[in-house]
């Protein structure tokens, strides 16, 4: 088992920015992809980054790029999601999750574990 837990939402206005963490404990595997999702208000849950924990390869959703960042801190076990440039529309509740290998890692089905979301209002 894989336990998740994110932190780092909260309200802000337009235009500014939010740091989200996601710290993961227990079972450890020697290949894995943690990815960030989102399910605005009424909306399904949709992809925002990811990042290979082996070689770090990086994926975005076209809707952040250039302003959101996916970073990893091994020695911590943790994941970061920079947010910069934040927009009304970024408002949504933000997930961290865990898959093995890198496979579909655009689709929330093909992850494993799950945090309990932290949520995030950007005000206009």
């Known amino acids: 088992q894989v336990q998740l837990v994110e932190s780092g939402g909260g309200l802000v206005q337009a235009g500014d920015s939010l740091r989200l963490s996601c710290v993961a404990s227990g079972r450890t595997f020697s290949d894995y992809t943690t990815g960030w999702f989102r399910q605005p208000p009424g909306k399904e849950r949709e992809f925002v980054a990811a990042?290979?924990?082996?070689?770090?390869?990086?994926y975005y959703a076209d809707s952040v790029k250039g302003r959101f960042t996916i970073s990893r801190d091994n020695a911590k076990a943790t994941v970061y999601l920079q947010m910069n440039s934040l927009i009304p529309e970024d408002t949504a509740i933000y997930y961290c999750a865990v898959k093995f290998y890198t496979s579909n890692l655009y689709y929330d089905w093909a992850y494993n574990y799950w945090g309990q979301g932290t949520q995030v209002t950007v005000s206009s």
């Open positions: 990042i290979r924990w082996t070689g770090g390869d990086i």
